[in-house]
């Protein structure tokens, strides 16, 4: 084992970044706003409509990731017309189960927000949707900080899990170098790229817990 | 109803469930007077002024603000004529509420800027000004929580002086603050007094009642049971309950 050797592992591994990287990014952007949103309508709407987002969240906490990827890939098409690509399948299940503990996270910082700040805005005239959005939300955000910190760092290893969808992302790549070359020194690299990644989201989110103490 | 006051209460009645907490609640609020609020704890004073601006909703009675009813006999108006109507107040908490993650400079603009769509640069100047009035002009870039409580309290009422109100209601503004403290906030409500805000402070402060009330509200659990000038309440009190409060003070 030498060094070139290792060095070519880390430059083959990076064809998978696409997946790993892509995979985190579009998860990111679409089931933080969507847990935003299910957050409130799940502390603010009828019981009803409470009590089936308490299913949801429920299906998507109480199965595994990669049962649900299971079900998208090759499960959907057998009860619905709709056969995704492998890809598709792992975004649609990796938005839908991180909305469902984003949701979960945004509610328990919407509960952290005392009362006395919805009655000073009330008293001070500012609207329902301008309370929400100029007081309640800029404080929920800074006290989920940490537990979204720590989805964000799940997330990026979660990733990995799409291996079952035999897509090529960095994980699957070393373990197809590792039974090619009988040497399991990909892993290893393989884990340099997931340290990278958690360490630069640490430092990321250590300045955002700065930039908005208050 | 009295038409020429500017904060009239009829009959206003409250329950939490099956406790009775306000009943029958009469009162009149004349522009530039202020009214101190005293009694022992849990009559339901803080309620009664929360009920004015309309933070908890009456179960019956009437309220008339600035010759508008807020509620009438037990009816509300529509959500946003309430709005409309409770703007002419301001409230002062007990424990400040300012909003954490502000500067104190955004405490004091944000409403005027956002609610009230002024101009930021002139929100800026008034803020100036109030904060020189409460005595923080050099604290605008300071977080709340940087703040000590009387500090803290000033700058709450000069958030809600921010947005021009006719009238100021305190729920116990210096309970949560040590007697050093207190002198602070009250020197500033003392203020506000003469240059006649009409105000109605919740309080537990006697000497403030005293002195710079125009008026003091006794609450019991029957009610208002006194309605009068600081000085026949605090000095000649003819109701047995009176009497025991003001004397239990007296010992102190």
Redesign the interface.
């Known amino acids: 084992m030498n060094l070139s050797y290792l060095v070519s592992i880390f430059g083959q591994l990076s064809d998978g970044l696409k997946f790993t990287v892509g995979l985190f990014f579009i998860t990111i952007i679409f089931s933080v706003p969507l847990g935003l949103i299910l957050s409130f309508v799940r502390v603010g709407s009828p019981k009803i409509i409470q009590r089936i987002l308490g299913g949801y969240i429920w299906l998507m906490r109480g199965t595994p990731l990669i049962l649900q990827l299971y079900f998208f890939y090759y499960g959907l098409s057998l009860v619905t017309t709709i056969q995704l690509g492998r890809f598709n399948a792992a975004i649609v299940a990796f938005i839908l189960n991180y909305a469902a503990y984003f949701c979960e996270i945004f509610r328990g910082g919407l509960l952290g927000v005392?009362k006395?700040?919805y009655?000073?805005?009330?008293?001070?005239?500012?609207?329902t949707l301008?309370t929400n959005v100029?007081?309640v939300i800029?404080?929920m955000l800074?006290i989920t900080l940490p537990s979204v910190a720590n989805e964000f760092i799940t997330l990026v290893k979660d990733t990995s899990l799409i291996t079952v969808l035999a897509i090529d992302e960095i994980l699957n790549l070393a373990k197809k170098i590792v039974n090619s070359d009988v040497n399991i020194s990909a892993y290893a690299v393989v884990a340099v790229y997931y340290l990278i990644a958690t360490f630069l989201l640490t430092k990321l989110f250590e300045y955002l817990e700065k930039k908005?103490a208050? | 109803m009295d038409k020429g006051a500017v904060i009239s209460v009829r009959g206003l009645c409250k329950s939490f469930g099956k406790t009775k907490v306000l009943n029958n609640i009469n009162f009149d609020v004349y522009k530039g007077e202020t009214i101190a609020i005293i009694g022992p704890s849990g009559v339901g004073k803080s309620t009664m002024l929360r009920c004015l601006i309309n933070l908890e909703k009456a179960d019956a009675g009437s309220i008339l603000i600035d010759g508008k009813h807020l509620v009438k006999d037990g009816r509300y108006e529509k959500e946003k004529t309430c709005r409309k109507i409770c703007s002419k107040m301001g409230m002062v908490f007990q424990s400040f509420h300012l909003f954490p993650h502000l500067t104190v400079l955004d405490n004091l603009i944000y409403a005027p800027k956002y609610v009230n769509k002024e101009d930021e640069a002139s929100a800026k100047e008034r803020a100036d000004e109030i904060l020189r009035k409460v005595g923080l002009a050099d604290r605008k870039d300071t977080m709340p929580s940087q703040l000590s409580g009387g500090q803290q309290q000033r700058i709450a009422i000069a958030r809600a002086l921010m947005m021009n109100p006719e009238i100021l209601l305190f729920d116990e503004p210096t309970s949560s603050l040590d007697p050093l403290l207190k002198n602070e906030v009250l020197s500033v409500m003392r203020q506000l007094a003469e240059e006649k805000m009409t105000m109605l402070v919740v309080t537990h402060e006697m000497g403030f009642a005293k002195e710079v009330a125009d008026r003091v509200l006794f609450v019991s659990e029957e009610g208002i049971i006194a309605d009068d000038l600081p000085e026949k309440i605090f000095n000649l009190p003819s109701n047995p309950i009176i009497k025991e409060f003001i004397c239990s003070i007296k010992a102190v």
């Open positions: 005392s006395g700040q009655e000073a805005a009330k008293v001070l005239g500012f609207s301008q100029r007081i800029p404080q800074r908005f208050f």
